[in-house]
């Protein structure tokens, strides 16, 4: 199981730095979008027209994802955005298969001061970013590596690993200051205590990292030659 583990976390790695097509902004705002400018992203997709800018945003900063087919839902959900294939098209070919991105409207009152549509411009655009950073491992994984990753899903150290490794996509992505801002944002609303950092270790518990603090992401944003 732990090699089953490194093995996907080094997938994540070594495809997060392969591409990258825009250069990273600290700041995306409305006025950032363009539509003729964007248009070519919303092949192959279904987005709500009312997050259609920060869906198209986020899609530019993942040409890989150019032609593959996406559905941006809204639906009550208690967790505020999932990302994964259709279940009917699990076994259908990588090229044939949908996605789905479901955006929740409403959930318990613990995650509603971060629902979608209660955070600012430049974290959402963050969050869609982390989400697509999943679907770039979906559209390389067989049919039968889905119903294994479904299954390493219920081991929390493997969610631990996949999730952090999917931010790190999105920072290589060129979206690292608007996944910044969604951690910042969320960890204010509820109340999160920032960890220092996977480099700092606490002398009475060592915390795991799920989601990157903001702290790490910076750390990684400083490292990385794209950010320069």
Excluded: C
Excluded at 46 to 73: G, H, T, W
Excluded at 111 to 118: A, D, Q, R, T
């Amino acid at each position: 199981m732990k090699s089953f583990n490194k093995l996907i976390s080094l997938i994540l790695f070594i495809f997060s730095f392969s591409i990258n097509a825009q250069q990273p902004k600290k700041q995306l705002a409305l006025n950032d979008f363009n539509e003729v400018d964007y248009s070519s992203y919303e092949i192959n997709k279904v987005i709500p027209e009312e997050i259609r800018p920060q869906v198209l945003l986020a899609l530019s900063y993942y040409p890989e994802l150019k032609d593959i087919k996406i559905v941006f839902r809204f639906k009550k959900r208690n967790t505020p955005l999932t990302s994964r294939p259709r279940i009917t098209h699990v076994f259908k070919r990588k090229k044939n298969r949908t996605h789905v991105i479901t955006i929740s409207t409403e959930t318990s009152s613990k995650f509603s001061p971060i629902l979608f549509k209660n955070l600012p411009f430049n974290a959402q655009v963050g969050v869609l970013g982390h989400e697509l950073g999943h679907i770039t491992q979906y559209i390389k994984t067989t049919s039968l590596q889905l119903i294994g990753l479904s299954l390493q899903l219920f081991n929390n150290q493997f969610v631990d690993d996949f999730e952090f490794q999917t931010d790190l996509t999105s920072i290589n992505h060129g979206l690292g200051y608007q996944l910044y801002s969604w951690s910042k944002f969320v960890r204010k609303e509820l109340n999160i205590t920032e960890w220092k950092g996977t480099s700092h270790n606490n002398t009475l518990e060592k915390k795991k990292e799920r989601y990157m603090n903001p702290q790490t992401i910076l750390k990684h944003i400083e490292s990385s030659s794209i950010y320069r």
